[in-house]
C-alpha cells in the first residue's frame, strides 16, 4: 500500500481526498483567459479567472486534483503547450509541501 502524503499543514493526502495543485496562466485578454478557463473545466479543473495582481493582464487560476505521485515535467510541458494555444503564458505550478518529520503526527 502506498504511504500517505503528509503536509506542513497536517494534510493527509489519499485517494478519496487527494492534494491540489494549482496553476498559473496568465493572459492579455479576459476573453483568451475565459476560454482556456472554459476548457479546463470540461477537463475537471476548478477554474478562477481574475485581473492579475501587476494588472493589466489576466490571471487563469486552475486547480487540479493530484495524489502526489505525478511527474510535475510532463504536467509543466502539457500546460505549457495548452497556455499557447489560447495565446496564454503559463508561470509554473504550486502544491503543498511535504513535510518530512512524521514525530509531529
Known amino acids: ?9 497536517g494534510y493527509r493526502a ?6 491540489y495543485i494549482d496553476h498559473y496562466i496568465y493572459f492579455s485578454t479576459q476573453r483568451d483567459a475565459d476560454s482556456a478557463a ?12 481574475r485581473l ?4 493589466g493582464d489576466w490571471l487563469l487560476l486552475a ?8 511527474e510535475m515535467e510532463d504536467i509543466y510541458c502539457r ?11 503559463y ?3 504550486e502544491r503543498p ?4 518529520d512524521d514525530s509531529l503526527n
Not at 492579475?52 to 494588472?55: N, P, V, Y
Open 1 to 9: 500500500m502506498d504511504r500517505e502524503r503528509v503536509y506542513e499543514n
Open 63 to 70: 486547480t487540479q486534483p493530484a495524489m502526489g505521485n505525478e
Open 38 to 49: 472554459a476548457e479546463l473545466v470540461k477537463r475537471g479543473l476548478t477554474t478562477q479567472v
Open 97 to 100: 509541501a511535504d513535510f518530512e
Open 52 to 55: 492579475s495582481a501587476a494588472g
Open 14 to 19: 489519499t485517494k478519496e481526498f487527494p492534494e
Open 91 to 93: 508561470d509554473g505550478w
Open 79 to 89: 500546460f505549457f503547450e495548452f497556455a499557447e494555444n489560447f495565446n496564454g503564458h
